[in-house]
């Protein structure tokens, strides 16, 4: 539980920046410039913020670009949350409706996203050695460990329509497998380059992995010493 010390320096820093914020920008800063602003303080760009708010994949673009030029109620909802605002301030720069919701921490963004390349051994994805991104932990993964979950952009269609190019694939490495559960399957190269497959799980023997992919429909078996690695995907950020 965070202390009274702790909640009275996040206020007066938040106080700070919303002052400071304030006199730079003026009450007059539009909603693009305000979402423009808070964008950069937080770390994210259009396509990463719009996708783990779990809007379609072009939402905040959109409103930047003018397509959408009165975003709905919910869509500045799941935004302001992330950007570490309120939605008053994010609709309209009021300071007081800022500051009243200062005292409550942030949601810590450590949650680490990777890239993906296709090009690996039977159509894996090449993962990679770095996170590209970090967003705020998603729900399935609130309570779990860090270290214990990431998520992975979706290259390639072999799971569509479940998974689609450009999804996040949210994964649970604590879990152990599961029949009839969708998952990833880890291979790495003698230099420790990992190469990443996401399947459902139909079964396995001491020798094998049975796994099943959608698009077009299959189902085979991947050998265990060579996919040694399996971890659960406990849900997904949709792109679209």
Sequence with gaps: MIGAAAVAVNVKNHLTWVFNHTIS???????????ERAMRDAGYNPRSLSLAAGLGMTAVRDILD?????????????LAPLLGVTVGWLMSGEVAAEVQSAAPAATPRDFPVYGAAQGGPSGAMSMDAT??????????????KAGSG????????SMS???????IALVHRGLPPRRQSDVILIRREPDGTPHALIKHLVGWTDETWRVRQYNPPSEYELPR?????????VGRYNAR
Excluded: F
């Excluded at 003018?66 to 799941?78: C, F, K, M």
């Excluded at 990431?150 to 269609?157: A, L, N, R, S, T």
């Excluded at 329509?161 to 999804?167: F, T």
């Design 25 to 35: 920008h003026g009450m007059s800063q539009t909603l693009t410039g305000r979402l």
């Design 66 to 78: 003018g397509r959408v030029a009165s975003p709905r109620g919910h869509t500045i909802e799941a």
């Design 131 to 144: 996170p590209i991104q970090h967003i705020a932990r998603p729900d399935p993964l609130m309570t779990v």
């Design 150 to 157: 990431y998520g992975i952009y979706v290259v390639g269609e």
């Design 161 to 167: 329509p479940a998974y689609e190019q450009g999804d």
């Design 225 to 233: 010493g060579e996919w040694a690695e399996i971890e659960t995907i």
